[in-house]
Each structure stands twice: as C-alpha cells, then as structure tokens.
Nanobody
Framework: QVQLVESGGGSVQPGGSARLSCVASGIRFSFSDMNWFRQAPGKEREFVAAINWSGGGTYYADSVKGRFSVSRDSARNTVDLSMSNLKLEDTAVYYC?????WGQGTQVTVSS
C-alpha cells in the first residue's frame, strides 16, 4: 500500500522560510517522479514543483520559481520542498504526489 506522509508545515511570516518533507512507502521510490501541489482556500489544487526519478530534473510553477527548491533523498525515501521569501499568496495546504497517490497534506500559513 502506497503511503505519502507530509510534514513541516506551520505559520511563517512574509519573507520567511519553511521546509516541507514527504516520506514515501510502499512504492519503488528510486524509480518514481515526485510532485508537490498546493491548494489555497477557495481555489483549485495547483502544481508547485516536481523532481524526476534521478533527481537530475526539477520543474517549478512560475509563481514559485527562484524561491522554492525541490530535492530528494532516495536513501530515506523522502522528497523535500524548501521554501524561501514566502508570500501571503503561498498560504495553502501542500500535498505530496506520485502518480495517482496523494498525501494528507500539510498546512502552510504565511501571515504577519
């Protein structure tokens, strides 16, 4: 059974930083592309970042490019999302995704 468990969310001031982690189990992590999505209140879920199976390719939504960084550690079956210079509009529930599997999400709230 595939399980994705996110952690690291919380409250952050504008301009601050946060780091999210997603631990995957029940899947051949080393051969899987991984994604991060987010969903803000009243909005549809949107793509944030992706990293390919080898870690050699990363992709970002224009809204986070230059501020967010995605990385993976195949030894720990984790994929991390490092977020800096956070803005109010980054407030959302962040989800880890692989194929059609989703984590439960972790809330990130950016407020002053």
């Amino acid at each position: 059974q595939v399980q994705l468990v996110e952690s690291g969310g919380g409250s952050v001031q504008p301009g601050g930083s946060a780091r999210l982690s997603c631990v995957a189990s029940g899947i051949r992590f080393s051969f899987s592309d991984m994604n991060w999505f987010r969903q803000a209140p009243g909005k549809e879920r949107e793509f944030v970042a992706a990293i390919n199976w080898s870690g050699g390719g990363t992709y970002y939504a224009d809204s986070v490019k230059g501020r967010f960084s995605v990385s993976r550690d195949s030894a720990r079956n984790t994929v991390d999302l490092s977020m800096s210079n956070l803005k109010l509009e980054d407030t959302a529930v962040y989800y880890c995704n692989i194929m059609n599997f989703w984590g439960q999400g972790t809330q990130v709230t950016v407020s002053s």
